[in-house]
């Protein structure tokens, strides 16, 4: 069984910056997708950032050039670097991470990290 360990989350005051970090019990390498979602109180769950197949990176428009998803293989670990933080960023960040056994997509979800921007 895949576990996802995330860290990083703070508070931090608007404009400041953080990085979250995804820790995999094993090898990324086998994931076909791995990203970030954030769900903010009374919200939906949406995504934030992800990487498909280790080299195409999406964001949501809302924190485009200003986040950016990287990943490590050698630490089995995926960041997100978050600059420029607003307020409107305040939620529980969730990394995920897929991929396919027996032709099915299997997703796995870590237990999330709170970030509050607040000045």
């Known amino acids: 069984q895949v576990q996802l360990v995330e860290s990083g989350g703070d508070l931090v005051q608007p404009g400041g910056s953080l990085r979250l970090s995804c820790a995999a019990s094993?090898?990324?390498?086998?994931?076909?997708?791995m990203g970030w979602y954030r769900q903010a109180p009374g919200k939906e769950r949406e995504l934030v950032a992800g990487?498909?197949?280790?080299?195409?990176?999406v964001y949501t428009d809302s924190v485009k050039e200003r986040f950016t998803i990287s990943r490590d293989n050698a630490k089995n670990t995926v960041y997100l670097q978050m600059n420029s933080l607003k307020p409107e960023a305040t939620a529980v960040y969730y990394c995920?991470?897929?991929?396919?056994?027996?032709?099915?997509?299997?997703?796995?979800w870590g237990q999330g990290t709170q970030v509050t921007v607040s000045s």
């Open positions: 094993g090898s990324i390498l086998s994931f076909i997708f």
């Open positions: 995920k991470a897929s991929r396919i056994i027996d032709f099915k997509e299997e997703n796995y």
């Open positions: 990487i498909r197949g280790g080299i195409t990176r």
